[in-house]
């Protein structure tokens, strides 16, 4: 299965889903979904979250599941939608994000960051795949031109 994280996993994980010919399902937060189970509350960058859900139909023990949101940051939304799967008796294969942010992946103590590795520890989920397609190393990269660039105006 094809899991979407509320909300903009919703729009990435449908076109996944179909391509891979696998059912796709979303885990809303709480109070949005009828006959759902929810998660452990849970922190990210932004402070503290109340839990995801997903209905109870949707996850089966032995399902293999493909988490899929647009960020990956401090690993909260991802751990809690982890925890979920778990508890149904499902495998998270990996968690596919578009951009991650790789200053909390294990940030120094100095530095006063949550650190996603000690939070995937903490919460024995530490063997799940994360990944992202973009980081910030690209987001925070000025693009220079060549100084004999001309902008004549017309697309190329």
């Given at each position: 299965s094809i899991a979407g994280l509320d909300a903009r996993g919703f729009i990435l994980g449908p076109p996944i889903a179909l391509a891979l010919k696998k059912p796709f399902l979303?885990?809303?937060?709480?109070?949005?979904?009828?006959?759902?189970?929810?998660?452990?509350a849970y922190e990210t960058e932004y402070g503290k979250r109340s839990g995801l859900t997903v209905q109870r139909d949707r996850i089966n023990k032995g399902d293999r599941v493909l988490i899929i949101d647009?960020?990956?940051?401090?690993?909260?939304?991802?751990?809690?939608?982890?925890?979920?799967?778990q508890a149904f008796g499902g495998t998270v294969v990996e968690c596919a994000c578009v951009v991650e942010l790789k200053m909390f992946i294990d940030p120094s103590n100095e530095s006063g960051l949550p650190s996603r590795t000690k939070l995937f520890t903490?919460?024995?989920?530490?063997?799940?795949?994360?990944?992202?397609?973009v980081s910030e190393d690209v987001l925070t990269n000025e693009a220079t031109l060549p100084k004999e660039y001309v902008?004549?105006?017309?697309?190329?």
């Open positions: 979303m885990m809303r937060k709480e109070g949005k979904m009828p006959n759902s189970m929810k998660s452990p647009d960020l990956v940051a401090t690993g909260g939304t991802l751990s809690s939608a982890i925890q979920l799967v903490d919460l024995n989920i530490q063997d799940v795949p994360v990944w992202g397609l902008d004549d105006g017309e697309e190329h």
